[in-house]
């Protein structure tokens, strides 16, 4: 539905940012074919990372050439095959994969529709700390625990916590009324996707209401906290950088 008054949700500001599906406009990106693809964080807004949002036509598919940047994605709906290391998958929801620096990788025969959420960043070797493999996995297979101790806020982690790795992938799972047990200020930056139900984050000063499909970047040390609000559960994907000394 087109918006009158130029009303919007959404929110980019110098240390936090929200971004809806009201929102998004479509970038090329070059090996990328038969999809439409969103960036909805990139360092151009002050972020370290880049987020984006691919969905596929049939007939799409992906080449992308070894770099210094590490990939992880996540098949939000749909069905894909990934090639990675010489090896090939095929990922329905809930299905990831990590793709290493200086590795390259695609995507192919995908179902029209499907979707998916891809994180990349630089790597930063770390001396000693060996190096980060290709994986693929998925979400249904990776046992979760309660934050904290609270049974209302399941935590799935979905990479190896190995110092090999200098990102971290995880998904939360709130159930209606669960929340962050308190206000986080922290020096990992985030990346996040909301996979279902709604809630409200609150970002800095700010409050917002937020619901499937609304993605949103944490620079270090913003003020964080999550509430999930309505009659289901409420889940996000959301990316953080681990492993490396502070600078």
Request: aromatic residues 10%; proline residues 9%.
């Amino acid at each position: 539905m087109t918006e009158l008054f130029g009303h919007t949700r959404a929110h980019v500001g110098p240390r936090h940012a929200l971004i809806t599906p009201a929102n998004h406009v479509a970038s090329v990106i070059p090996g990328v074919a038969g999809a439409t693809c969103v960036v909805l964080i990139n360092p151009a807004m002050g972020a370290g990372m880049t987020q984006m949002l691919w969905t596929f036509e049939a007939g799409g598919g992906a080449s992308l050439p070894a770099n210094d940047l590490e990939t992880f994605g996540y098949v939000m709906t749909g069905e894909v095959k990934v090639s990675l290391a010489g090896a090939e998958h095929s990922a329905g929801p809930g299905g990831f994969f990590f793709s290493p620096a200086g590795k390259p990788w695609g995507l192919s025969q995908p179902e029209p529709g499907t979707r998916l959420t891809l994180f990349q960043k630089r790597y930063a070797p770390l001396a000693g700390a060996g190096s980060a493999r290709p994986l693929f996995g998925n979400a249904a297979e990776v046992a979760g625990a309660p934050f904290l101790g609270d049974p209302a806020a399941n935590l799935q982690v979905l990479l190896p916590d190995e110092l090999a790795y200098d990102l971290a992938v995880n998904l939360f799972t709130y159930q209606p009324g669960g929340h962050l047990p308190f206000v986080e200020i922290h020096i990992m930056e985030h990346g996040l996707i909301l996979l279902g139900g709604a809630g409200v984050y609150r970002l800095e000063d700010s409050w917002y209401p937020v619901e499937a499909g609304d993605a949103i970047w944490m620079a270090p040390y913003c003020a964080q906290w999550f509430v999930a609000m309505g009659k289901v559960p409420a889940s996000y994907l959301y990316y953080k950088d681990v492993n490396r000394p502070p600078q």
